[in-house]
């Protein structure tokens, strides 16, 4: 196992990577930008050291001085955690250049699933079901033309070296095809670097299915559970579940043995997710995340699987020690992204200063996050103020645990999207597991938000109520906390000493 792990992200994914790696008794060391100097973070690594200033070119995605840590301190892994360096193939293979083991898969496979024309040409070897396309880059009118004439419409273009979103685009008609070839072409060059696009056939109003897997050096594939991810707004996924509301265990096992096939094919190691559209019946591969996700942890919450020390385990060469037949799906965990921003002003960022906080707690709820009193949401990096996740014994259980930690937790000084998780909650077409990727808007969800925003407002005042805001004591708190980690630390040291 190793002995040193080089953590190359921030806030609550920063953190839940070194809490796996404290129960594996591996020391940590964090790299933060100026932004972050006090975030949490930075205090729960064994050593953290500042790589640059705040804009993520000069710091997260700063390779040459994450590097110079990496070395410095001895580490011999580096888990990239999500966005940043993740699913950047140049990173993963200067970490193989240099010897520091990337806890991912290889820089091959991440280039090659970095290529949306190129992971459906390997989809389509392995017989896995893709979505229907002419699978080439096209670069005219004239060539899409003809690709139009065999597909039909509706049909949506996509940038090949895509991601998030950008670079898609829905046409329905030649005369929308003749406008958006050039433009997603342009779009995708700067975007991506990359002018490559591709035509697929557009499925309407799509669930957003994937499967989480998991690969080891010596062969072994297992699949884990799969999520739903349908309820997202602009490719910004809000909330997630295990398993899909839709899943029998019949599809499960159909999915999942296509994910390993696929997975198998390319040779994929470590932790990873395939992606499906599911649509009428039939499910179409869509792209492999070759990282950690965000919401892997209702997952865990399903599986009793640690995800996170899987990876490390397995980017050290161990071999799996689970079978596929010991995985069970244990009841249902739901994910609320709780984010700073305002769902009454479309979404937007509300970055500032957390005056109180307290989150939810009790019976099968699990909280991820980075912050604390005093801490400050910058615009710097994603809004993100927690994951909350619950878990029940059945989906009626998941969502009441989650109706109920919604209600009990206390965000004070920024806005957030508390609202709107309980408008979704609380929504029967939710409730009946009716998701679609165009939920938010079918079902009018903001102008629940809106009727309910009153009403909720004085509720939470009660609860905040209860939690003085004196910033005198919280700056008496912070440095109560900070002596007692410190404290904590060197017993530590001094056990592994004796
Ligand atoms: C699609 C699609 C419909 N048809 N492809 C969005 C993100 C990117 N990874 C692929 N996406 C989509 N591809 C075809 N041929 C619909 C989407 C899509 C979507 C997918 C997953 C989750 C949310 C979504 C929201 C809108 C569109």
């Known amino acids: 196992m190793f002995n040193k792990v080089l953590v190359a992200n921030r806030g609550e994914i920063a953190i839940r990577i070194m809490r796996a790696c404290k129960e594996l008794d591996i020391a940590t060391v964090a790299v933060y930008s100026e932004a972050d100097s006090n975030a949490l973070f930075t205090k729960y690594a064994d050593e953290a050291y500042l790589i640059g200033p705040a804009p993520t070119s000069k710091s997260y995605l700063n390779m040459d001085a994450i590097f110079d840590v990496a070395k410095k301190t001895g580490a011999e892994g580096i888990h990239p955690g999500y966005g940043f360096l993740s699913e950047n193939a140049t990173f993963a293979r200067r970490c193989e250049e240099e010897g520091i083991t990337f806890i991912g898969p290889s820089s091959e496979v991440i280039k090659q699933m970095g290529s949306k024309i190129a992971a459906r040409e390997a989809m389509i070897k392995a017989g896995v079901p893709v979505v229907p396309s002419n699978g080439k880059p096209i670069e005219d009118y004239e060539s899409a033309q003809k690709v139009a004439d065999k597909l039909g419409y509706p049909l949506m273009i996509k940038a090949s070296a895509g991601g998030g979103g950008i670079g898609m685009k829905v046409v329905n008609s030649d005369e929308e095809l003749k406008n958006s070839i050039s433009s997603i072409r342009s779009v995708a060059k700067s975007a991506f670097g990359d002018s490559t696009v591709f035509i697929e056939k557009y499925l309407d109003e799509p669930r957003h299915i994937e499967m989480q897997i998991l690969a080891d050096s010596h062969g072994n594939c297992l699949y884990l559970s799969d999520r739903e991810c349908s309820i997202q707004r602009r490719h910004q996924k809000l909330i997630e579940e295990a398993p899909s509301p839709i899943m029998t265990p019949e599809l499960r096992a159909e999915m999942g043995n296509t994910a390993i096939k696929a997975a198998k094919s390319i040779g994929y190691e470590n932790a990873g997710t395939v992606e499906f559209l599911y649509s009428k019946g039939d499910y179409y591969f869509l792209e492999v995340n070759t990282r950690l996700q965000v919401e892997h942890g209702i997952t865990e919450l399903v599986t009793g699987i ?170 008496a708190i912070s440095a109560a906390v900070s002596s007692y980690i410190n404290a904590a630390k060197s017993a530590n040291m001094k056990n592994k000493n004796e």
């Open 306 to 475: 640690d995800i996170v020390k899987e990876q490390l385990k397995v980017a050290c060469g161990e071999e799996l020690s689970i079978r596929q037949e010991d995985i069970k799906i244990n009841g249902s965990a739901i994910e609320c992204r709780i984010n700073a921003e305002d769902p009454l002003n479309d979404f937007n960022p509300s970055p500032g200063k957390i005056l109180r906080y307290r989150s939810a707690g009790g019976p099968g709820v699990r909280v991820d996050s980075g912050v604390h009193v005093g801490y400050t949401i910058t615009p710097f990096y994603d809004s993100m103020i927690s994951k909350l996740q619950t878990w029940g014994r059945d989906r009626d259980e998941a969502i009441a645990r989650m109706k109920r930690a919604l209600f009990e937790y206390v965000v004070v000084g920024v806005k957030t999207n508390i609202p709107f998780h309980r408008a979704v909650m609380s929504h029967e077409e939710f409730i009946k597991g009716n998701l679609t990727t165009h939920f938010i808007d079918d079902y009018n969800i903001l102008d629940i938000v809106a009727e309910n925003a009153e009403c909720q407002r004085r509720e939470s005042d009660t609860l905040a109520m209860a939690l003085e805001d004196n910033s005198k004591k919280v700056a």
